[in-house]
Each structure stands twice: as structure tokens, then as C-alpha cells.
């Protein structure tokens, strides 16, 4: 019997579930799972889960006391939150969970190692092995060098919101253990550009992560390459044999139903005989090489501007809800 896309690209690629929907995960049973301040703020809102939301606000309110704001009360849940959902999916994929750092911090180095320290106080106070975690951070300098310190603690890090070829160099040279090119955005932002549309190998996000991939191969580097933000199959079709592709359920059923060949597209073989220039990418470099790339530079802005507001709507939320609890609460005698 044949078999569809998604079983032949498990034969080459560690495929991996973009989502905070765990009853998607139950159904397609990724090796690891990613989540983002949008897909958590999404599933927050969805009835199946307000059970995790609500347990996660009456956990913060019984730490803060009863003076302290809604407001107050809401920061330190949705802090809380992707954890919570964190421990749900482990106990689901076999593989890791990454979970963000606040988006809003992604220039800042020390806040980043601050906070990416006491999510794995966390998961550690948990009885969850440091092995089943990544920290996302932003590819900024700040997030890479942040990344670079706890990577020598032990703590594991996905470089995420990363565009650009400047990015994954100070990346992989910092020790990460995995960075997250965005195909989908890099594509987005040349068709928005141009005008025009891409298909198959000719497009601007696959022609990035390929690229990236080859240089790391080429090099020996230890960093692993997960491709993310996928438009179409198509894209994912081109990526087979990368290393982790992360997926959103409505792309993984799409290749679940399809059959028809997959060729392998990416090989670390292939990749240590080509011809490709090593770059050194200091602080300098880096600034030079981000701001001739227009699209890495807008699209890492957007992305972290995107990723903020998310955290600012899901702290509404969670204040929104808090207050709903606690008008329902019998009142104390």
C-alpha cells in the first residue's frame, strides 16, 4: 500500500506539530511540538482548554494574595500559561516542547537569560527533564547571545524568527541547539515586494532554509535546522529531508491525505561538496548584513511587534477572565 506524504516525510525529517491545540497533537502524534505567544492566545480562547486557563489564574492569584490587581494577577498567569500547556504536550509527544520567552524582551540579553531560567525552574520543579525543553528566543543579537549563556547552562535553545543567513551563522556559532527559519513569512514578504508569486524550488522561503541547511552541513555544525510558517505542501515538499519541519495541523492532514512520491531534497551529503564561503559574523557584521537585508530586517521587526501584541491581547484576556472567576466566587464568610 502506498504511502501518503506525511508517512514518507517522517522517513527523512523529525516532524514536529505547530500548535497549541493539543487535540490536534493527539491526532497526528508529532515527535515534537512548537507553540508562539499567537497559537497560545488562540487556544486560550478555546472552551476544550479553559480549564488549563483557569487553574493557571487561580494558581497566580493564590501566589500574589488577594490584594494584588487583576492586572497584576494576569502577567504572572500567562507566564504560567505556556507552561501549563507545555506539560499537556509532553504528555502527548514523546519528543520537546518549545516554549517563548516574552517577545518583549528580545533585546534585551539579560531579561532573555532571566526568564529563560525560570521557565526551566519550572519545568524542572515539574519532574521534566531539561532534554524535553527548547527556550525560543528571537534571532536577534541580544536573543543569540542570550541563547549562547544558557546553552552552557545546560538549557536548550530554538533561535526563532530568523530570516536571514547572518542570523543562523551568529546562531550556530553561539552553540544553539536549533534554529527556526520562517519559509511562509520570507515568501509573504517577497510576493508583497515583487508582485510576483513563487512555486516549488524558486521560492524565497524554501531558497533561505536550503540554504541555511547546506551552510551548517557544510561546516559541521551541531545546530539543527527546523523549518516553520509553511504556506502550502509545496514548500514542505522541497524541505524533505531537512532536518525538523514544524506544521500546522491543517498542513499535516493536507499531507496525510496525498499520495504520490516524495523525493528526498535535502541531503548532508550532498551539501559537504558544494562550494560555499565561510562568513565570520561579529556584532558589526551582523548590523551590516541585517540592514541590507530588507526583508530579514522587516520581518524580524514584524515578528516580535506581532508576537508582543499577542502577550498584551492574551493579558487582557487573562484580566477579563479573572474577573469573571472571581465574580462567580462565594463570597467569604
Given amino acids: 500500500m502506498p504511502q501518503n506524504l506525511l508517512e514518507q516525510l517522517r522517513n527523512y525529517t523529525v516532524v ?48 500574589l494574595g488577594e490584594g494584588a490587581s487583576d492586572e497584576a494577577v494576569a502577567n504572572l498567569a500567562f507566564k504560567g500559561l505556556a507552561i501549563a500547556f507545555g506539560k ?27 526568564q529563560g531560567r525560570a521557565i526551566i525552574a519550572q519545568y524542572d520543579h515539574a519532574g521534566i527533564g531539561r532534554d524535553r525543553i527548547l527556550i525560543k528566543i528571537a534571532s536577534t543579537w541580544e536573543g543569540i547571545r542570550a541563547a549562547e549563556v544558557l546553552e552552557k547552562e545546560g538549557i536548550h535553545c530554538n533561535l526563532t524568527l530568523l530570516f536571514g543567513l547572518h542570523q543562523a551563522i551568529a546562531a550556530a556559532e553561539a552553540g544553539v541547539t536549533l534554529v527556526s527559519p520562517f519559509v511562509g513569512r520570507i515568501l509573504d514578504w517577497y510576493k508583497k515586494d515583487t508582485g510576483k508569486d513563487y512555486q516549488g524550488a524558486e521560492d524565497p522561503g524554501v531558497i533561505s532554509v536550503t540554504s541555511v541547511y547546506n551552510y551548517y552541513k557544510k561546516f559541521g555544525y551541531k545546530t539543527q535546522v527546523m523549518g516553520a510558517s509553511f504556506r502550502n505542501i509545496g514548500e514542505i515538499k522541497e524541505l524533505a529531508g531537512n532536518d525538523l519541519l514544524t506544521i500546522s495541523p491543517e498542513l499535516l492532514a493536507e ?34 548584513m541585517h540592514a541590507a537585508d530588507r526583508m530579514a530586517s522587516d520581518k524580524l521587526k514584524e515578528g516580535i511587534e506581532g508576537f508582543s501584541a499577542a502577550l498584551v491581547k492574551l493579558e487582557t484576556l487573562l484580566a477579563k477572565r479573572l474577573a469573571e472567576l472571581e465574580s462567580r466566587a462565594p463570597a467569604a464568610v
Fill in 255 to 288: 499531507l496525510e491525505a496525498t499520495e504520490g512520491e516524495l523525493p528526498r531534497k535535502l541531503d548532508p551529503e550532498i551539501a559537504k561538496t558544494l562550494v560555499i564561503v565561510k562568513l565570520d559574523v561579529d556584532e558589526p557584521t551582523f548590523d551590516a
Fill in 88 to 114: 499537556k504536550i509532553l504528555d502527548i509527544v514523546p519528543g520537546r516542547v518549545s516554549t517563548e520567552v516574552d517577545a518583549r524582551l528580545s533585546y534585551d540579553t539579560d531579561a532573555t537569560i532571566e
Fill in 16 to 63: 514536529v506539530a505547530d500548535t497549541g491545540d493539543i487535540e490536534a497533537m493527539e491526532k497526528f502524534r508529532p515527535q515534537d511540538a512548537t507553540t508562539n505567544p499567537s497559537l497560545i492566545t488562540t487556544a486560550a480562547q478555546m472552551p476544550q482548554y479553559q480549564p488549563i486557563v483557569d487553574g493557571v489564574l487561580m494558581d497566580a492569584r493564590n501566589e
